[in-house]
């Protein structure tokens, strides 16, 4: 099971940015798709977005435009990229790796936070 290590939360302004990395134990290879997801507290986890094999992220609708995911497969690791940050957007972020693409196959990282101030 792949091994997932996030970092690069923090705090920031509202219209600030933040670029949380994600390192991987293992090669990311095709057979992979890496998601970010975000938890606040007292709701529920919530998908920010996914990259697959074909490097085209998808994207929930209320991070379009403002977050861009990238992976550079040759260290192993994943980014979030976030601009325009909202004091909304606080939350623990998470990333997870999906073998084959399946839920059922996924594995998770431990979370870093971040927080935006108005």
């Known amino acids: 099971q792949m091994q997932l290590v996030e970092s690069g939360g923090g705090s920031v302004q509202a219209g600030g940015s933040l670029r949380l990395s994600c390192v991987a134990s293992t090669y990311i290879s095709s057979y992979y798709c890496m998601n970010w997801f975000r938890q606040a507290p007292g709701k529920g986890r919530e998908w920010v977005g996914t990259i697959g094999s074909g490097d085209y992220p998808t994207y929930a609708d209320s991070v379009k435009g403002r977050f861009t995911i990238s992976q550079d497969k040759s260290q192993n690791t994943l980014y979030l990229q976030m601009n325009s940050l909202r004091p909304e957007d606080s939350a623990m972020y998470y990333c997870?790796?999906?073998?084959?693409?399946?839920?059922?196959?996924?594995?998770w990282g431990q979370g870093t936070q971040v927080t935006v101030s108005s």
């Open positions: 997870a790796a999906d073998y084959y693409c399946r839920e059922t196959q996924r594995s």
